[in-house]
């Protein structure tokens, strides 16, 4: 069965470091989400993507994130530098806009703590 | 902006029994849907139920819908050990590009 893919699984790094987050969305969906999860809350849409281009960004926090989905397959969160505040897990989700419904199917995750 | 809110924040039941949980939205929606997520992992999509629909079945979910009161609750028959997991409702931003926005999910233990 067709998964999406993050990697890392978990990251830790030292406040004003440089991260990045990696993530392959299910063959054929032209819709990929990144989303931030703090602990004990619900996911926060970050930016979502519709093939290459963005379609809303308006939670990302622009002066340190950044994000790119280069030929509208995979993708790259990036965060520079990395706050205290940024510990999190970020979760790639990607959904077919032609199917019914709107399920969204998510990876795995990445664990940031930052020091 | 938060949209939904699910209740309760917490649950804790005996294996066996049922559990409901709610979620109550402020705008109207054309859809909500229903998310699973183990711990330290991804979620994994329920059920979604339209703004035409009042109840959807799937297995051991029940899922119903008012929207006059905005509210969706969703309920799982003889739980499992293995339900153990947050539950969340997303409802739909009114955007032309599926926009969901989740609530802050409910915490269910299942205790054998």
């Known amino acids: 069965e067709a998964e999406v893919a993050q990697s890392p699984r978990y990251k830790i790094t030292e406040k004003s470091q440089a991260v990045a987050f990696w993530c392959d969305p299910i063959s054929g969906h032209a819709t990929l989400y990144w989303y931030r999860q703090i602990l004990g809350q619900g996911p926060e849409l970050l930016v979502q993507?519709?093939?290459?281009?963005?379609?809303?960004d308006s939670q990302l926090p622009k002066d340190r994130f950044s994000a790119e989905r280069l030929k509208g397959v995979d993708s790259t969160l990036k965060i520079q530098p990395a706050e205290l505040g940024d510990s999190a897990m970020y979760l790639c989700a990607s959904s077919d806009p032609g199917a019914p419904g709107n399920e969204q199917f998510f990876g795995p995750g990445t664990r940031l703590t930052v020091l | 902006s938060q949209q939904g809110e699910e209740d309760p924040q917490a649950l804790s039941i005996q294996e066996g029994e049922n559990a409901t949980m709610n979620c109550s939205y402020k705008t109207s929606i054309n859809n909500l849907q229903w998310y699973r997520q183990n711990s330290g992992r991804g979620l994994v999509h329920l059920i979604l139920i339209r703004s035409n629909e009042r109840e959807k079945h799937s297995g051991r979910l029940r899922v119903t819908l008012d929207t006059s009161k905005k509210s969706s609750s969703l309920l799982i028959t003889a739980s499992r050990a293995a339900d153990t997991a947050s539950y969340f409702c997303?409802?739909?931003?009114?955007?032309?590009?599926?926009?969901?926005?989740f609530g802050p999910g409910t915490s269910l233990s299942v205790i054998p």
């Open positions: 993507f519709q093939d290459e281009s963005v379609v809303d």
């Open positions: 997303a409802t739909d931003a009114g955007t032309s590009y599926d926009k969901v926005i």
